[in-house]
């Protein structure tokens, strides 16, 4: 069965920090993967997926086929990321399977 | 840029009412879809829409929930008689295929 795990309900850094939050999948085949970002009262709104392998707001994530994980990291960490971010998983063509989400806080 | 709406965005109704939910998604996308996310969990797919039709659907689309493209622009979610079991934020979303999906703001359904 495909699955998503981030295992941190939350978690809880301080500005200028690094940051890394957790994403492990199941899934036999070949995974497409997205991490979702949803500030305050807002829509869910895409930050990264793996096969365009680029750099938004500083957070890069890279695909570990061996570990299966999808980890989104940023090295300094600033305020205004305070937010949900949730990862998701495609198989093939089909609807996303979301992890729980964590909640990142950023501390000043 | 172009996004996907939602209305409303808040809806109280009583137990055994029903209740549509209106999206409009994004005019040159083909595939729709709609999750929920009940508070505190995570989001979940409900059904996916394409060339006119169910594409795809969950365990949690049972036979009260119905979905409808009655016009050009509008995708519907209607739940025939809602449950309490049913308040949660619904988000609508469309594609043009393989591309990453783009989510509305969400409707906050709360049932009596």
Known sequence: ?108 | EPEVTQTPSHQVTQMGQEVILRCVPISNHLYFYWYRQILGQKVEFLVSFYNNEISEKSEIFDDQFSVERPDGSNFTLKIRSTKLEDSAMYFCASTQGDQPQHFGDGTRLSIL
């Open chain 1, 1 to 108: 069965a495909q699955r998503v795990t981030q295992p941190e309900k939350l978690l809880s850094v301080f500005k200028g920090a690094p940051v890394e939050l957790k994403c492990n999948y199941s899934y036999s085949g070949s995974p497409e993967l997205f991490w979702y970002v949803q500030y305050s009262r807002q829509r869910l709104q895409l930050l990264l997926r793996h096969i365009s392998r680029e750099s938004i707001k500083g957070f890069t994530a890279d695909l570990n086929k061996g570990e299966t994980s999808f980890h989104l990291k940023k090295p300094f960490a600033q305020e205004e990321d305070s937010a949900m971010y949730y990862c998701a998983l495609r198989p093939g063509n089909t609807p996303l399977v979301f992890g729980k989400g964590t909640r990142l806080s950023v501390i000043a």
